[in-house]
């Protein structure tokens, strides 16, 4: 006898029938297992891990790529700093120079300048003196705004400028060139490094950890330090202090405080 409801299971899906579902992750209930479930899951938690990790590169790069560049555009900015300085004592247009032919140029001028009478003996030494003191002062990192003001403190007692040979270099007490490993050393950089300990405040702000007004910092003198003449840091003490170790610099601050 037929019947009805034969046909219909025959016809009825697996899922609804309890029948094998096979396929990959497939469970007995037709749905995914849970361990496959979970699986996926995991492997997606691991690309967003992947993914993270790879912002955190980028930035990383970015913020070396910036600090790059800041430090290549104030090398430029002290090596500038430089070819004016020593311009200025030459007398020569700094702008009419590249910044890449500085040392170059400037020590071909200098000796033009004293096969001249234009220039005096004095005047060609004491350019190729700061041409040398500059680029040592670039080198050690010295602010650009500290430049000058480096120059002048600086003790040139124990060093000797040679024209004919066109070097400047330290000397010892009997005025002989200072040797290291059997070579004779030329340039300032040991100068500059001795003179950089001492006045830290010439690296800027994060140059050394001096106080206001101790011997390495003199208050003013860079990073957000007092100023001894403005009202709201007044400080004679101060003042007599910067006036003894650097004219130059007190004179700049007595302006900014508007003190005459």
């Known amino acids: 006898m037929f019947n009805p409801f034969n046909l219909f299971r025959m016809f009825t899906p697996v899922c609804f029938t309890g029948g094998g579902g096979g396929g990959d992750g497939a469970g007995g209930s037709g749905g995914f297992s849970a361990a496959y479930v979970q699986d996926l899951r995991d492997e997606a938690a691991g690309w967003r891990r992947k993914l993270r990790a790879t912002e955190e590169d980028n930035e990383k790069l970015k913020t070396q790529l910036t600090e790059a560049n800041k430090k290549a555009t104030d090398l430029e900015d002290q090596n500038r700093a430089f070819l004016e300085s020593v311009c200025g004592v030459l007398g020569l247009d700094a702008s009419k120079i590249k910044l890449e032919d500085a040392t170059e140029t400037v020590t071909t001028k200098i000796k033009e300048a004293t096969s001249s009478s234009n220039v005096t ?3 060609a030494q004491e350019a190729l ?3 040398a003191f500059m680029a040592s002062a670039v080198k050690a990192g010295v602010r650009k705004e500290a430049l000058e003001d480096a120059y002048k403190l600086a003790d040139f007692t124990n060093v000797k400028v040679d024209l004919e040979s066109m070097s400047v270099f330290p000397v010892n007490a009997d005025g002989k060139q200072l040797t290291q490993d059997d070579k ?5 950089d040991s100068l500059v490094e001795s003179m950089v300990k001492e006045k830290n405040w010439l690296l800027g702000a994060g140059g050394g950890s001096g106080q206001v007004g101790g011997g390495t910092n003199p208050p003013g003198a860079g ?3 007092a100023n001894p003449w403005k009202a709201e840091t ?4 101060n003042q007599a202090k910067i006036l003894q170790e650097n004219p130059s610099l007190a004179a700049r601050l007595k302006q900014e405080a508007g003190v005459k």
């Open 121 to 123: 003996v004095e005047k």
């Open 129 to 131: 003196k700061k041409a």
């Open 184 to 188: 004779p050393v030329t340039g300032l």
């Open 223 to 225: 990073g957000g330090e």
């Open 234 to 237: 007044f400080n004679l003490t």
